[in-house]
């Protein structure tokens, strides 16, 4: 039995969020967490104090391996992004050694952060993807991962044949779906409609249908992608309808970025179960547009953030689930009259970070809180002393806004310490 101790947070649903001071979190052998519980007589080998904070570890649900070490090059818009930084970084994943090397990066990167879980994408090498999920098993990282698939409108060096990469993904994912006690996932996961072809789709979503397995894709990502689907898809609406029609729209479908969705794909979407992945940052920074969060929300669609790395430069999520805010405030004050609408809260981001994310990704009978029966996908981190002077709806708030990563001290994952 471990034992934490600091104020706990418990994010409860987008509208509420949860303190409870001075209390003891025990996490069972089994990598549970027991009882959250008033601190009780001293035991020894107590990890924290009343000054720490004890929360759900953070959720990361769009993000990209091969990208890692390509944050921050800034002055490209989608497209030009693909060709001049994606592309030649996912190259690099055809010697396995290498992504092997990256996936390490990768991990004690997001760990240090406090993200406990990842939906990610892979190279679209398959050798590459094994020893990154290897990576994965060994360093105790939760994960939903898969390799990428492009058949068509990608470079010759990434584009795979069909048939072949359908098989790859049929084993990779029956060889990691489930593995590790249930914390790591695979997921199917084709580029993009315009990069895939309607064989490559419909194999996609049967795999995933048979084997129960997770999808993730780009949509309605930039006015550039939108116009392009359009092109490569005459007969179809939009990149929700291409999907619809393959079979890729399910309640495990991971939908990234979903900027330009209008009323009626929002309604499919959330009339679907599939889950859209908010990357504010990311689409700040390649100036692929403004989501309409509140829209999102109010269609009833289950949301989750992503750090879009390396389309978002800023791989730690408190900050992601901020700009998440500070762009819901920026579309509702620059609207003429304003918008009515309530923009989210500090409680409905640390929702969007973890319990929220969880649900998204299916996942919250595992993780997401810190509730009894749950696995122990938890953050010890020590904010500024002052936030101890403040009522609990704004230490929620100063938490958010400023957690800053050399405060997290430990970070458990189903009850092992990874790290930092
Ligand atoms: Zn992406």
Redesign the pocket.
């Known amino acids: 039995m471990q034992t934490l101790h600091g104020t706990v947070l418990q994010p409860r649903s987008a509208t509420e969020c949860m303190i409870r001071e001075n209390a003891w979190v025990r996490i069972d052998d089994c990598g549970r967490i027991h009882e959250v519980a008033p601190v009780g007589s001293s035991t020894t080998d107590v990890v924290g104090d009343s000054f720490c904070w004890i929360l759900p570890g953070f959720i990361d649900a769009?993000?990209?391996v091969p990208q890692w070490d390509r944050r921050g090059i800034d002055g490209l818009t989608l497209f030009d992004w693909h060709e001049k930084v994606v592309y030649p970084a996912e190259a690099r994943f055809e010697n396995a050694d290498f992504a092997e090397q990256m996936a390490e990066a990768f991990v004690s990167g997001v760990i240090a952060l406090g993200t406990t879980t990842v939906a990610a994408?892979g190279s679209p090498f398959p050798k590459s993807v094994d020893r990154v999920f290897s990576v994965f098993a060994r360093r105790g990282l939760r994960a939903v991962f898969g390799m990428i698939l492009n058949d068509a409108n990608c470079p010759a060096a990434l584009c795979q044949q069909t048939t072949a990469a359908l098989d790859q993904s049929r084993e990779l994912g029956a060889k990691w779906h489930g593995a590790e006690n249930g914390r790591l996932s695979y997921a199917f996961s084709p580029r993009m409609p315009v990069c895939c072809s309607e064989p490559m789709m419909r194999g996609a979503a049967a795999l995933a249908q048979m084997l129960g397995c997770h999808v993730q894709t780009?949509v309605a990502e930039s006015p550039d992608e939108v116009l392009a689907v359009r092109e490569t898809f005459p007969d179809r609406l939009d990149d929700v309808d291409v999907l619809a029609d393959m079979g890729l729209l399910t309640g495990r479908t991971l939908l990234?970025?979903g900027v330009f969705l209008s009323r009626a794909q929002r309604k499919q979407v959330a009339e679907s179960g599939a889950a859209v992945v908010h990357?504010p940052t990311?689409n700040l920074f390649l100036e692929s547009g403004l989501m309409d969060y509140v829209a999102h929300r109010s269609a009833g669609i289950r949301m989750a953030l992503?750090s879009?790395v390396a389309?978002g430069p800023n791989p730690f999520m408190p900050q992601v689930a901020v700009d998440c805010l500070q762009m819901a405030k920026g579309m509702k004050v620059h609207a003429m009259p304003r918008r009515a609408y309530d923009v989210p809260t500090p409680a409905e981001a640390w929702w969007l970070l973890t319990r929220g994310a969880a649900t998204a990704l299916r996942m919250d009978d595992r993780i997401g809180s810190v509730e009894p029966g749950l696995e122990a996908d938890l953050l010890v981190v020590r904010p500024e002393p002052w936030l101890a002077e403040l009522p609990p709806d704004q230490r929620i708030s100063a938490l958010l806004y400023t957690l800053r990563p050399h405060q997290i001290e430990h970070v458990f994952i189903a009850g092992r310490r990874v790290g930092p």
């Open positions: 769009h993000c990209h994408f780009h990234g970025h990357c990311a992503g879009g389309g």
